[in-house]
């Protein structure tokens, strides 16, 4: 049977790595709608919504691209929600385990990677704006000692470095880590403190300032600033300023739960030819780079409100968005852009996690967003696969640059 893979193109708790698993092919089903109240009417009762009613042109030309990726043999399933002028839609193509017919749905959760940084940004961000940090400040200002030996010294790095991933400190997420001691032991615990270690065992990448590289451990120290200004967790913080104002019912900060909540699909990775499933694990090794759990609405609700400046004032959400080059495009603080094929510049963020991969982000202004998430994640790199921003690109085909 010939293995076919799909390109994620997302920032991974490894850096970047592509996905894909065996599939079975079904039919998806698809709601769309005109108003919230309908949305969640029909992504619980999908068998008694009118289709043909419901179904606008963006979300039908949306499907047909997700039904051509998701009848990949590699691939179980694709969920996606998008929204447009107020106007929402969710589509889910696939199968939740690879051993049934078991449909996904598009309110099924799933765990979202590094999509988590640009919530753990958001709040290092709206501190600034409060006066309580400033993104220049250094990170020996706030953890005294913690970043300090080996070649390192925190004085000479800033919090918005660490953002923006130009700070120069090693990643700790090698693949060593990622594929072999997670995947062996994958309930085991870490605290941030273990994690950062790692990250500094190795030697700096580069001077502060002088390349970019994407690192973990940014984000774990990001996290541990957070809990020394305000004396709470980001997961915390992340609830009290992001995810009850924006009534995110059904995002959360697990901790060492190593359970989804409700429907969710099992989680694949695919690694020396073989799938594993890793659905269960405890995700205290992910903490501020990448823990965090969602669904596609809610991710879609996120970046709508972020991007249209309901988060943050002009000023602040302009530093947010002002970016360095990278291989990836223009990385801003934890947030990055995306250059379509028509010139229209998408913002978001992707993240691969064992079992999952998502990429969810919208234009400025946050009137048009779009949340993708499938259910495996590979680390065989052994042909071109296909794109999963071939997704993006449809849906957000017929913007105009700007």
């Known amino acids: 049977m010939k293995v076919n893979r799909y390109k994620v193109k997302v920032m991974t708790l490894t850096a970047m790595v592509a996905g894909a698993a065996l599939l079975l092919p079904v039919q998806g089903n698809v709601q769309a709608q005109s108003n919230d109240y309908s949305s969640q009417y029909c992504l619980q009762n999908p068998h008694h919504c ?64 590094s999509v988590t940084k640009t919530f753990v940004a958001t709040v290092i961000v709206q501190l600034a704006e409060e006066g309580k940090l400033h993104l220049d400040d250094s990170v020996e200002k706030w953890l005294p000692g913690v970043v300090q030996g080996n070649g390192y010294d925190g004085s000479k790095i800033t919090i918005r470095q660490l953002l923006n991933h130009t700070s120069g400190i090693a990643n700790y997420t090698s693949e060593t880590f990622v594929t072999h001691e997670v995947v062996k032991n994958p309930y085991r615990g870490y605290t941030p403190e273990e994690l950062v270690r790692i990250g500094l065992n190795e030697s700096p990448l580069f001077s502060p300032g002088t390349n970019w590289s994407y690192s973990n451990t940014n984000y774990i120290l990001a996290g541990l600033v957070i809990k020394q200004v305000t004396g709470e967790t980001y997961g915390e913080q992340i609830k009290k300023r992001i995810i009850d104002p924006l009534q995110l019912g059904d995002t959360f900060i697990p901790g060492s739960s190593s359970y989804i909540p409700d429907q ?54 302009q530093q947010m968005l002002s970016g360095v080059d990278t291989p990836v495009g223009k990385y801003g603080l934890g947030i990055y852009e995306t250059k379509l094929a028509n010139g229209a510049s998408v913002w978001g963020h992707s993240g691969g996690i064992h079992g999952f991969g998502t990429i969810a982000g919208g234009l400025v202004g946050g009137s048009h967003v779009l949340a993708i998430s499938t259910n495996i994640l590979d680390f065989d790199q052994d042909q071109e696969p296909a794109n999963l921003y071939d997704i993006f690109e449809e849906e957000f085909r017929t913007v105009e640059p700007k």
């Open 50 to 113: 009118d289709l043909n009613y419901l179904q606008s042109t963006p979300a039908n030309s949306v499907k047909q691209v997700i039904d051509r990726l998701a009848n990949h043999k590699d691939i179980p399933g694709i969920i996606a929600a998008g929204m447009r002028n107020g106007e929402r839609w969710a589509y889910a193509a696939g199968e939740a385990s690879i051993y049934d017919t078991r449909q996904v749905k598009p309110d099924f959760h799933f765990r979202i990677g």
């Open 264 to 317: 969710h699909a099992r989680g694949y990775m695919k690694l020396a030819g073989k799938f594993i499933d890793m659905t269960e694990l405890n995700p205290s090794w992910g903490g501020a780079a990448g823990d965090m759990i969602s669904t596609a609405p809610d991710l879609n609700t996120f970046f709508s409100a972020l991007l249209g400046g309901k988060l943050l004032k002009s000023e602040f959400l």
